[in-house]
């Protein structure tokens, strides 16, 4: 009794061991040897770098002097006398 395929093939008989023919019910397949095959990847990653960037403002604070005149005033009364000397009499 063999088995193929889950067929039993009970009404042929095989007189050949581990061969049949090819309009019965089918031969045990045959394993090959083992065909490795190669294949190579490029797997990309992203790495975070940090740069840390300061910013320094300087201000530059420029004072010009500017002289402005500011003029003041002051005002005196004198009082000046002029007495002809001899009295009323000179009249």
């Known amino acids: ?3 193929n395929n889950n067929k039993c093939c ?3 008989s095989f007189q ?11 031969c045990s397949p045959i394993v090959e040897p083992t065909i490795e095959r ?5 797997i990309c990653h992203q790495v975070e770098h940090i740069c840390p960037i300061n910013t320094r403002i300087i201000n530059n604070h420029i004072i010009e002097h500017v002289y402005r005149p500011e003029y003041t005033c002051q005002e005196e ?5 002029i007495d002809p ?4 009499n000179n009249f």
């Open 38 to 42: 190669c294949i190579q990847r490029n």
């Open 77 to 81: 009364n004198v009082v000046t006398n």
């Open 10 to 12: 009970e009404q042929k």
């Open 1 to 3: 009794m063999f088995f």
């Open 16 to 26: 050949q061991e581990g061969c049949c023919n090819m309009d019965a019910c089918g």
């Open 85 to 88: 000397g001899c009295g009323c």
